[in-house]
């Protein structure tokens, strides 16, 4: 393997165990996110950036300063690069032992820690597109941690170049390391006031080549039935069984609008959590996705009328429902702030001969947060491919080009910025 700062630089961070608990009310979630995020403040010192700390939530914030003139620097927008220190609560993250695959052949390859767990361009077609990179996996026990500690690594490798370097033009970088992406509340704590940029990209994208503006609109619902129990020997007319009418709930939503049966731009409803539930009261969770808002809201309305009809059909039940925003497609509000987040980011791949690919996330990013709150943030990619799962893999060769596209995007802000 050739010599790649960049890639020594992940192989030192995923061994840290940083995964994040969902059942934890603290921030971080867990103490353990610190332990990266440290490190990551007092290495932004070791480079050179004063004023690099990390707060008591776990994040780190560092600047990059800019190479431009004064009277330029003033016109051109502070830039944000974000990743996230935390790894999913989907696979183990401790104990994380990466091994380098060289000069990769389009075989399948066994990891030696667990036999059973193989990388199978069978089933994960994109290694075909890698012939010849260096392949970095687990040992197989646990994930990989690329998502984000690729995005973490190319950030760090980011400013040590270009504060090395002076001769790499770019605007002023605000480096943030988030935590707790994967539960949800990666940007939560964020205070946007202490950010301070006003164009901003997550390094969080699976494969190379990739630029998501575009989330899903989310909600969520909950539906609640009491029914009315009485021993069922003498229940004849009069006992009302709450199963029964939740079932019949769930078995009316249509079958064609499931995660399972949809793709692409189709939204769905998705019953993911019966709680425990007996004939006197059931309760189901809905999540509900569109990447429209008139999606989204037909959707809600389905969910009302359903429940509308189960009311005037069990008239002595007593049917709840609450329905909750959770995040929007972001890319309204990039639209409506800065589109040059997204026509920079083209225009900066094209430089260096790479077209990107706008990819739809099912799903959402803490950039449709940002957005929301007025800071557009599309998501870039880190070069890692089947995360949250042991078979999690990246390669040197992408994280180099990933970090050679930062440092593009860096130079296309600070050259065309203040036009
Ligand atoms: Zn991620």
């Given amino acids: 393997m050739p010599p790649s700062p960049v890639a020594e630089r992940f192989l030192r961070y995923v061994r840290i ?14 103490e353990k996110q610190k332990d990266l995020s440290r490190l990551l403040a ?4 070791e480079m050179g950036i004063e004023e690099a700390y990390m707060d008591d939530n776990g994040y780190v914030f560092g600047t990059i300063p800019s190479t431009l003139s004064e009277a330029q620097a003033a016109r051109t927008p502070v830039l944000a690069l974000l990743a996230h220190v935390d790894t999913s609560p989907d696979e183990s993250g401790s104990g994380v032992n990466p091994i380098v695959h060289p000069s990769y052949d389009g075989g399948v390859l066994t990891l030696p820690g667990d036999p059973s767990v193989t990388l199978d361009p069978a089933r994960q077609p994109a290694l075909l597109d890698h012939l010849g990179h260096d392949l970095i996996t687990s040992d197989g026990t646990t994930l990989l941690g690329s998502d984000d500690k690729a995005g973490v690594a190319v950030l760090m490798q980011l400013a040590e170049d270009l504060l090395k370097d002076r001769a790499l033009p770019c605007p002023t970088i605000r480096l943030c390391f988030t935590v707790d992406e994967e539960i949800g509340r990666g940007v939560d704590k964020l205070d946007l006031d202490e950010l301070n940029a006003e164009v901003a990209y997550t390094l969080d994208g699976s494969s190379t080549g990739t630029l998501s503006i575009e989330t899903f609109n989310a909600a969520e619902a909950v539906v609640t039935v009491e029914g009315v129990m009485v021993h069922p020997g003498y229940a004849r007319g009069i006992m009302v069984n709450a199963v029964r009418i939740l079932s019949e709930l769930i078995a009316a939503l249509p079958a ?6 949809t793709a692409g731009r189709e939204g769905y409803i998705h019953p993911h959590t019966l709680s425990e539930g007996d004939a006197s009261q059931a309760q189901v969770r809905l999540i509900l996705r569109d990447f429209t808002e008139e999606g989204l809201q037909r959707r809600k309305d389905l969910v009302t009328a359903l429940a509308d009809l189960l009311r005037t059909k069990y008239p002595k039940s007593l049917i709840s429902l609450t329905i909750r925003d959770e995040y929007k497609n972001m ?3 990039i639209e409506q702030s800065d589109l040059r987040v997204v026509t920079f980011a083209h225009a900066a791949a094209r430089a260096i001969d790479l077209e990107l690919d706008e990819r739809l996330v099912r799903g959402g990013t803490d950039g449709a947060r940002l957005s929301e709150r007025g ?3 599309p998501n870039i990619f880190n070069g890692g491919h089947d995360y949250h799962s042991k078979f999690e893999w990246n390669t040197v060769q992408n994280l180099e080009l990933s970090l050679a596209y930062t440092k593009s995007l860096a130079r296309y802000w600070a050259e065309h910025g203040s036009e």
């Fill in 17 to 30: 165990d940083t995964q994040s608990d969902p059942d934890s009310e603290a921030t971080p979630s867990t």
């Fill in 42 to 45: 007092q290495e932004l010192i």
């Fill in 256 to 261: 064609t609008e499931a995660p399972e049966t």
């Fill in 331 to 333: 890319r309204a509000y």
């Fill in 375 to 377: 800071l557009p943030t």
